[in-house]
């Protein structure tokens, strides 16, 4: 199974901060990696896919990058409706596996 | 629009057994397959299994092999996911999502929360 480890698990930032994200997998998904967003109550959306694909409708201050075994998603200028958990998950092999989540608060 | 709608959440017996539905609407059923996934209380996000609606295939987590049976209505454009012998540990919000091959679920169903409690 490939085993995906996020970090931070929780961060605290500021309106208008940039936010970096690192899901780290244990053997390369290719490039067959995806990131959502949760929200209190709410279920997952996708936000990129294929590591660095921004979803229709989604703010372009998301973005994703990374390759091989390391991904980032970044969040540039973070906005009051950004604070959510983010995960990652690989869609390479079975079983598809998530990340452990980032939460992100206002700090 | 493409929307899933599942039924709404149950509270079972060890032991027991559950049918969370999952209705689609806003395209064509058979095109896609559907992905469960589960939420337990503060846990990450885990996938069950999927099928394929056009033909009925099913791939399951060997975490949950044996104990979980998706199945699929064509006519009521409907998945369907059943968990046997519940135990406390099933206790999470299932979700249903529509598959989107390498890129990714979307959407999600709104989520069942299905409680395991003596």
């Known amino acids: 199974d490939i085993q995906l480890t996020q970090s931070p698990s929780f961060l605290s930032a500021s309106v208008g901060d940039r936010v970096t994200i690192t899901c780290r997998a244990s053997?390369?998904?290719?490039?067959?990696l995806a990131w959502y967003q949760q929200k209190p109550g709410k279920a997952p959306k996708l936000l990129i896919y294929?590591?660095?694909t921004l979803e229709s409708g989604v703010p372009s201050r998301f973005s994703g990058s990374g390759s091989g075994t390391e991904f980032t998603l970044t969040i540039n200028s973070l906005q009051p409706e950004d604070f959510a958990t983010y995960y990652c998950?690989?869609?390479?092999?079975?079983?598809?596996?998530f990340g452990g989540g980032t939460k992100v608060e206002i700090k | 629009q493409v929307h899933l709608v599942q039924s709404g959440a149950e509270v079972k017996k060890p032991g027991a057994s559950v049918k969370v539905s999952c209705k689609a609407s806003?395209?064509?059923?058979?095109?896609?397959?559907m992905h469960w996934v589960r939420q337990a209380p503060g846990q990450r996000l885990e996938w069950m299994g999927w099928?394929?609606?056009?033909?009925?295939?099913?791939k399951y987590s060997q975490k949950f092999q044996g104990r979980v049976t998706i199945t699929w209505d064509t006519s009521a454009n409907a998945a369907y996911m059943e968990l046997s012998s519940l135990r406390s540990e099933d206790t999470a919000i299932y979700y249903c999502?529509?598959?989107?091959?390498?890129?990714?679920?979307?959407?999600w169903g709104q989520g069942t929360l299905i409680t395991v409690s003596s």
């Open positions: 999502a529509k598959d989107r091959g390498p890129t990714g679920f979307s959407p």
């Open positions: 806003g395209y064509t059923f058979t095109s896609d397959a």
């Open positions: 294929a590591a660095f």
């Open positions: 998950q690989q869609l390479n092999s079975y079983p598809l596996t």
């Open positions: 099928i394929n609606a056009a033909n009925g295939n099913t």
């Open positions: 053997q390369g998904p290719s490039n067959y």
